[in-house]
């Protein structure tokens, strides 16, 4: 081979290579969607009856699919399809330099975005979430994290999940379909969907278990191991990408779109965005408003077609950020940050406040040391808010099985609302933890169960000594009871703490003998007397 066609083919390589280089993700919007193949009075072409179905969803021309020809005319032009977004109407694609100011320039075009270097996708970018783990040797059969939500108490009323369609976001799920402790979803069907939005794929099991150990606390069962909602079915879709740029984001908004297609009540999710690879991209505080991040705006339209969003807060307490990360920081948005056994916040848990009226977090769950399973298929403990956002995740399920009428707003509602801090909430725990029976004591009460402006005694006569007396928290923060005998003589006298968990609150009573006393029961707002039976 002669030198002069060796040079010739070096300049061919070197000029290739330039081109490659120049070879990029874009996102390329739409202006419209005109001559579309789908109508919106036909939703049942691109939606299932279930998501057709679901309380709060109505159809709008966001929900039809891009117009089939202007991505012909993009693959016209030298572009290669990734995906689509039917709500922010537009096509992720891998476009050449060279080609960009045409694609711009036609006629449907609204405007093109630089999304991700290369032409490549690979998976298992950074999540959220930190961990670390460790052998668990022994631990008791209801696990604490569980107790601390009262999910046990709703596993036992039978309550798994069950009916529910649950979506998990996150970066990969290696081992799932192998690891015994997930065999049940697979043996019964509950595995309803796999997709990978990276490589546009079905390959979910390999890359990152950070999926596998957040699915585990909601999912996993065992002789040793119960998750919170086993009995639901569940779509796990891969979104994370190596590197960490704006296309992420992208893959987020497609999972979510694929999931309401297919009809899903809940997505939890444990991704968060602010500081990127590409330093154009990243998010400051101000962004911080619920309608700038995209994966933001992602959630937030799953919200509108009334999906319940539950995302991890993050894990930037102790760092330069501090704050909630995308998609956290939406006002409809659930997020989850992290306490440890002790209900004390881990200080690693994101805070708030993002906008000035809003409280973030918006709940908080057991994070730290929390129990889970990763792809070695054993149990061992981690710490992050992406293992607390999930437990929130499956409460809800199991709370929605029981109260099928209760849409999106209501559920995010009254999970805020009886929560234990909710009567005063602040930018660290947000409205605090909550449980299965504060959720049951205050909706219960919101049906007319209970008077809303009184006290009440509930155990009259007392035959296990314990009174209980059920009061409304979001009107009374704490109660005082004074005992009397008959002739006036004061013999019990204690206060109690109210939160929507702990009611009715129960008062030990064993130290009075059988007979007929007095009681006053006070609050700020109003003195109740009665006479009480002691048997």
Known sequence: MNRHFIA????????????????????????????????????????????????????????????????????????????????????LAIINEVDLSEINDLSFVSRIEYVAPGTKPSVGGRVSSDYSEGDIEVYGEVLVQQSMLNTDMMNQDGFDGGSQLVAVLDGGFTNVDEIAYFSHLYESGQIVDVHNFVTTGKDIYDYSDHGTRVFSTIAASGSDYVGIATGADYLLYVTEASGEYRIEEYNWLMAAERADSIGVDIITTSVGYSYFDDASMDYAHDDLDGKTAIVTIAAEKAFERGIVVVSSAGNSGNRTWQKVTPPADGENILAIGSVGENQQRDRTSSIGPVVEDWTKPDLMAMGSRALIIGESGIISSGSGTSFAAPQVAG?????????????????????????????????????????????????????????????????????????????????????GVIVFTMDGKKVLTCTKELTWADNPVEIPVGSLSKGIYIMKIFSDEEIITSRVVKQ
């Open 395 to 479: 409460l809800i399920a199991g709370i929605h099985q029981k109260y099928p009428e209760l849409s999106n707003i209501e559920l995010i509602d009254i999970i805020r609302a009886s929560a234990d801090r909710a009567s005063s909430p602040d930018n660290q725990y947000g409205n605090g933890i909550p449980s299965y029976l504060g959720f049951v004591n205050y909706y219960e009460q919101q049906k007319n169960i209970l008077s809303l402006s009184s006290m009440q005694i509930t155990t009259n006569p007392i035959t296990d000594d314990v009174l209980r007396i059920k009061a409304n928290p979001d009107l009374i923060d704490k109660i």
């Open 8 to 91: 010739i083919l070096m300049i061919l390589i070197t000029s290739l290579n330039g081109v490659a280089q120049n070879t990029n993700r874009y996102m390329v919007f739409f202006k419209d969607k005109a001559d579309n193949n789908y109508s919106m009075t036909h939703p049942q072409e691109f939606l299932t009856s279930r998501a057709i179905l679901r309380i709060g969803r109505s159809i709008s021309e966001e929900d039809l699919p891009v117009t089939k020809d202007y991505l012909d005319q993009l693959s016209t032009n030298n572009a290669t399809i990734i995906g689509t977004t039917k709500w922010l109407n537009g096509a």
